[in-house]
Nanobody
Framework: QVQLVESGGGSVQTGGSLRLSCAAS????????MGWFRQAPGKEREFVAV????????YYTDSVKGRFTISRDNAKSTVWLQMHNLEPEDTAVYYC?????WGLGAAEPKYDSWGQGTQVTVSS
C-alpha cells in the first residue's frame, strides 16, 4: 500500500484559498488514480475530486466544481488540491487516497487505511 501524507490545511475566511498537498511513496504512484475526500464533523467521508494516473482526466463532486482544481506531478509523487472561494460548508478534514473508479458523483477509495488528513476550517 502506498503511504500518503496530507498537508496544507488551515483556517481561512469565506472566499479564501488553500492548496492541499498529498505526498505519496513513489513505488506505484504513477500508475494510480488519486483522489481527495473530506469528512466534516458528524458526517461520513465524502468524495471531492479525482485525477487519473496520467493527469489527463479529472472529476469533481458538484459542490466544488469551478472552485477546486486537482493536479498531480508523477515525478514528485504528489497530488494537490487547489481550493478557491472557500465556503463554511467546505470545513472538514481532507484526505487523499488512491481511487479504484469513479462516476455518478462518487469515487471508490482503493485503500482501507487513511492518513492523518489535514484540517480545513472556513469561517464566515
Amino acid at each position: 500500500q502506498v503511504q500518503l501524507v496530507e498537508s496544507g490545511g488551515g483556517s481561512v475566511q469565506t472566499g479564501g484559498s488553500l492548496r492541499l498537498s498529498c505526498a505519496a511513496s513513489p513505488e506505484t504512484f504513477q500508475y494510480l488514480a488519486m483522489g481527495w475526500f473530506r469528512q466534516a464533523p458528524g458526517k461520513e467521508r465524502e468524495f471531492v475530486a479525482v485525477i487519473s494516473s496520467s493527469g489527463s482526466t479529472t472529476y469533481y463532486t458538484d459542490s466544488v466544481k469551478g472552485r477546486f482544481t486537482i493536479s498531480r506531478d508523477n515525478a514528485k509523487s504528489t497530488v494537490w488540491l487547489q481550493m478557491h472561494n472557500l465556503e463554511p460548508e467546505d470545513t472538514a478534514v481532507y484526505y487523499c487516497n488512491a481511487v479504484r473508479g469513479w462516476g455518478l458523483g462518487a469515487a471508490e477509495p482503493k485503500y482501507d487505511s487513511w492518513g492523518q488528513g489535514t484540517q480545513v476550517t472556513v469561517s464566515s
